[in-house]
């Protein structure tokens, strides 16, 4: 990748990144945005244990964070990250959920760190140690590795329990929410294209009120305004850092801040600025990791830049940071909103297990897809043994025990396994920097 390069700036934007949009286009086009991030950023609380009205309230902060940082000049909205689910279950299952914040801070601290390390020595250097054909298999281990507990959620009354009930209510449900998700999602053409996890998950709620399976009176009970549960460190919990919170939770850094680039590199071409350029990668990446350290000051999980609202402002042609932010300011009043928030933990698992079936195989196609968009040959041997040895390792569940407590286990260690192969297998490519 060359820093310098030029991009050419397209001709049919309606607002670019720092214009002002008129009061009705503000709330329209913020709204819009607010709707497209609103689906997966409630669903990784949910599947985590964590409250979704506080991963929307820090999703809202975090992005007006992350713009403050980038000296508005990136529009990137920030939400819930799918690749620390697996993680912070883990944690909170063993340690509690303090233990999974204290990962989520020091996941904001090595973004801060690798944003040090990019300012001083380039995004060339470390795209050397992350390239398609690691990020790649490691993405679609994130996919993968969750998809049992799609599945479960489908299929049973209650996936947390000890003995699982099949209930064909239930995976009906899931089917008919899945069915709803994929109908939107290939047969509409204009925004509503944009969030068919939403409009899935409004059609599987429906149905699951005809079903009988919703307990809607506490939404009824809800108060239109409350204090959102926030989780604090030093209130709720003394935070701890353990060998069990590092180990789990650094080597799963490698994919977001991977996708984070990525992200930044598909922007840039659609708006026709060179964000690695200017402001910087690093500003970037910083800011992404300061919304992550208030997010798990506040109980939330870990954010980052979303694709879904690369994908709006692709279709909108509308790049201004004013709409971004608009949404975030959205995001932060319905934290606030207590029916909202009841409405939301009245999903039943289903709904949300049919959605999951969809967005965690997204998740797995994504990894290829950056494997052929990346022109990776696996007919090389070199690629094929990478790939094939983190997607074993990381699907199968191995685990390196490293004390009584603490091990290294799934997908990171399916990270760092394939990050080592590609620095010591002979026939790596070298990177712009390196030649």
Same mark, same amino acid.
């Given at each position: 990748m060359e820093s310098n390069e030029t991009v050419q700036k397209p001709a049919n934007i309606r607002l670019d990144v720092q214009e002002k949009p008129t009061?009705?286009?503000w709330l329209t086009l913020s709204l819009q945005h607010l709707f497209a991030m609103f689906g997966s950023t409630v669903l990784v609380p949910i599947l985590t244990g964590l409250d979704p009205g506080i991963a929307l309230l820090t999703s809202g902060i975090g992005t007006l964070a992350y713009l403050l940082i980038t000296k508005g000049q990136i529009p990137a909205y920030l939400g819930s990250s799918f690749a620390f689910i697996a993680p912070i279950v883990l944690l909170n299952e063993n340690s509690g959920v303090g233990s999974a914040l204290? =990962?989520?801070f020091l996941i904001g601290i090595i973004y801060a760190l690798v944003a040090l390390l990019v300012k001083a020595v380039g995004p060339g250097t470390i795209l050397k140690f992350l390239p398609p054909i690691v990020v790649g298999p490691v993405i679609m281990v994130i996919g993968l590795g969750l998809a049992s507990t799609a599945v479960n959620m489908a299929m049973y009354e209650d996936s947390t329990a000890k003995?699982?009930?099949?209930?064909?209510k239930h995976f009906t449900i899931a089917l008919i929410t899945l069915g709803i998700t994929l109908f939107c999602s290939v047969a509409?053409?204009?925004f509503?294209?944009?969030i068919p996890v939403?409009? =899935?998950?409004?059609?599987?709620y429906i149905a699951s009120l005809f079903f009988g399976i919703v307990d809607f009176q506490k939404v009824i009970d809800a108060p239109w305004f409350q204090i959102p549960n926030f989780t604090v460190p030093f209130v709720d919990y003394t935070p701890h850092l353990t060998w069990e919170i590092i180990l789990i939770m650094v080597p799963i850094a490698i994919v977001p801040i991977s996708e984070h680039i990525g992200d930044q590199l598909v922007l840039s071409k659609i708006a026709g600025k060179n964000f690695v350029e200017k402001p910087g990668l690093h500003r970037s990446l910083f800011g992404d990791g300061i919304s992550i350290m208030i997010a798990s000051c506040l109980g939330g999980p870990p954010n980052t830049t979303y694709g879904e609202n690369i994908g709006v402002m692709a279709l909108t042609r509308v790049f201004s940071v004013y709409v971004i932010g608009g949404a975030a300011v959205f995001a932060i009043a319905f934290g606030f909103i207590g029916k909202i928030s009841a409405l939301i933990h009245s999903i039943p698992s289903a709904v949300m297990g049919g959605v999951s079936i969809l967005l965690f195989g997204i998740i797995a196609s994504s990894g290829l897809r950056m494997l052929i968009d990346s022109k990776v040959d696996l007919s090389v041997n070199r690629n094929l043994v990478i790939s094939s040895v983190i997607l074993i390792i990381g699907v199968g569940g191995a685990f390196l025990k490293l004390t009584e407590n603490a091990s290294i286990s799934g997908m990171a260690l399916a990270a760092i396994v394939g990050v080592i192969l590609n620095l010591i297998l002979p026939g790596r490519e070298k990177t712009s920097t390196e030649q």
């Open positions: 009061p009705r286009q204290v =990962g989520g003995v699982l009930v099949y209930s064909s509409f053409k204009n509503l294209s944009l939403l409009l =899935g998950i409004v059609g599987g």
